[in-house]
């Protein structure tokens, strides 16, 4: 009898082990979808957003399958976006949604191949970086200008004496420097460059007397002295650079970021979107996203997708004034 009962309770267990080996199994294999997801970034290869996308299509692989990074560069990025719009709507293929692309170049470029508020479904935001407001070291010590309040009130009290580099006509650091004008009220001849290199090498030759940079490209010139910064531009100050302050500490409200997260096309099924959605914000929670985008100057920033949906129509809206008071326009 004893042995009888032992035979049974072995054999509940053996069952259950079995039972809980195909549940387990049969998870995981659901997991993984039945075929390779295409992540179309609109930029070259080697730039923070196609690093980033890479190091997200790493971190998902256990929860999705295989990701293909697709770099299709063209049109300030509307090229690759446009092939995520036109896309079969099964989730499938998405893509990169950053700052020029949906937030700008719809009102810098005279026509879209693609509607940035209605042609796609948001997935999740993924990155903020700060910009920042710098000086040529030099110039700043000579006009004795040390913060955001000193180089308006110097502005003001020299109209027309100052000058600002960009690396183009709308691009960031020019409608950041646009909106910096607007808000402070002063005045100060906007010089455009072939690209933000060559913006950052006639500031630091003295050429411009300031710019707005992408923190990550200016932090090594700051921390060597070669570059004063006066502020950040997001809304608070940046953990890389704590000392630095925003901008809106200031100017009460100015905030730009450059930014950028994931669509996929309009009418992709909800399903998949959430399935997609809680993958790469998995991801980007993770403590190794976190250093990783770190040594960018990088922050992760996950959402869902109706923040998401809700923050890129803000930016939208912030950008169109900005654009048609520069006067830049690509044809």
Do not use: C
Not at 4 to 16: C, E, I, Q
Not at 22 to 33: G, V, W
Not at 48 to 66: C, F, M, N
Request: no cysteine; glycine share 8%; proline share 7%.
């Amino acid at each position: 009898m004893r042995t009888t009962a032992l035979f049974t309770r072995r054999a509940w267990l053996h069952a259950a082990i079995a039972l809980w080996t195909f549940s387990s199994m049969h998870t995981l294999q659901a997991q993984a979808l039945d075929k390779p997801i295409r992540l179309v970034v609109p930029y070259a290869p080697g730039g923070p957003i196609d690093v980033t996308a890479r190091a997200l299509a790493e971190r998902v692989k256990d929860s999705l399958g295989v990701v293909i990074i697709d770099n299709k560069p063209g049109a300030g990025g509307n090229l690759g976006v446009d092939l995520v719009a036109k896309a079969p709507a099964d989730g499938y293929t998405i893509g990169i949604a950053a700052v020029a692309t949906h937030a700008i170049n719809p009102w810098l470029f005279s026509k879209m191949p693609f509607n940035a508020a209605t042609d796609f479904a948001p997935i999740t935001q993924m990155v903020r970086v700060p910009n920042v407001l710098v000086m040529n070291a030099e110039t700043s010590q000579r006009l004795r200008i040390n913060s955001v309040s000193d180089l308006i009130a110097y502005a003001k009290a020299n109209p027309g004496k100052l000058n600002v580099g960009s690396g183009g006509n709308g691009s960031a650091g020019h409608l950041a420097a646009e909106m910096f004008k607007r808000d402070a009220g002063i005045y100060a001849v906007h010089i455009p460059f072939n690209g933000g290199n060559p913006a950052q090498l006639a500031l630091l030759s003295g050429q411009v007397d300031f710019n707005f940079d992408n923190l990550a490209t200016a932090a090594p010139n700051i921390k060597a002295g070669k570059l004063k910064a006066l502020a950040v531009t997001t809304a608070q100050r940046a953990s890389a650079l704590p000392d630095i302050p925003a901008m809106a500490e200031t100017l009460k409200g100015f905030e730009v970021d450059t930014w950028w997260g994931l669509v996929a096309p309009a009418n992709t099924p909800p399903a998949m979107v959430s399935r997609l959605h809680q993958a790469f914000s998995a991801a980007l929670a993770a403590p190794e996203t976190k250093a990783r985008f770190g040594m960018m100057m990088a922050e992760p920033v996950s959402s869902t997708p109706d923040q998401f949906a809700a923050f890129m129509k803000r930016e939208l809206v912030k950008y169109e004034p900005v654009v048609k008071a520069s006067g830049a326009k690509v044809d």
